[in-house]
């Protein structure tokens, strides 16, 4: 039995992954005391806020259905220190190579393409006809938005955030928690910890 952290949209395009997979959830769980029984999807409502999850002990596990990626992170590492199972949510009409790898706690929406030799490392978001291709490195916590195309071997470092339909260059890396704009096409190295935008991608040092 698995509880689902979040309660918005993206956790009822989570919800249907795990039930595709065939995945029991016992329910959402959200700090939002506003949506305290509240019905997502289906028949399965909000229970309460995520701390209640360890009173039940028929939940084995959980999946984090939150966009913020440093959200994400620190509360998918709260629970797996707790030793809490950490499936991956893949939609059935997903493509992952066999020679493709990839951690726990993910999803990968449905038209998302994941090529041979791609790496992708725990608790990241490859949302709807994304495509990572050859030797893509993803690290911990990235999201790619829907539509977004990688080239071969580039690499996204933790924390990363490709907005919808941008492209990247092959070979290029994408520093640490560096934020790329919806529609930009990526040439070059992005520092860490930056926002780039346009096309060609050029880093805004306004950004805060």
Not at 183 to 197: K, Y
Request: net charge negative; glycine share 12%; charged share 20%.
């Amino acid at each position: 039995m698995l509880a689902i952290i979040g309660a918005g949209g993206h956790a009822k395009c989570v919800y249907e992954c795990l039930t595709m997979s065939g995945y029991r959830v016992a329910g959402f769980y959200d700090d939002d005391p506003a949506k305290l029984g509240e019905i997502i999807i289906g028949n399965t409502k909000v229970m309460g806020r995520p701390e209640l999850i360890f009173e039940h002990r028929d939940i084995e596990g959980i999946f984090v259905a939150i966009g913020d990626n440093s959200r994400r992170l620190d509360i998918n590492r709260h629970f797996a220190r707790e030793g809490y199972m950490m499936p991956n949510a893949l939609h059935r009409q997903v493509s992952i190579s066999a020679f493709a790898s990839t951690g726990k706690g993910n999803f990968i929406m449905a038209g998302a393409v994941i090529n041979p030799g791609a790496e992708v490392d725990d608790y990241c978001i490859v949302n709807t006809a994304a495509t990572v291709d050859h030797d893509c490195i993803l690290s911990r916590g990235v999201q790619i938005g829907p539509g977004v195309n990688l080239a071969g071997a580039s690499r996204l470092k933790e924390g990363v955030f490709v907005g919808t339909g941008a492209k990247v260059a092959p070979g290029v890396t994408i520093g640490e928690w560096a934020v790329v704009g919806a529609g930009a096409v990526v040439l070059n190295d992005i520092a860490p910890h930056s926002f780039c935008c346009g096309v060609p991608a050029k880093v805004r040092e306004d950004h805060r």
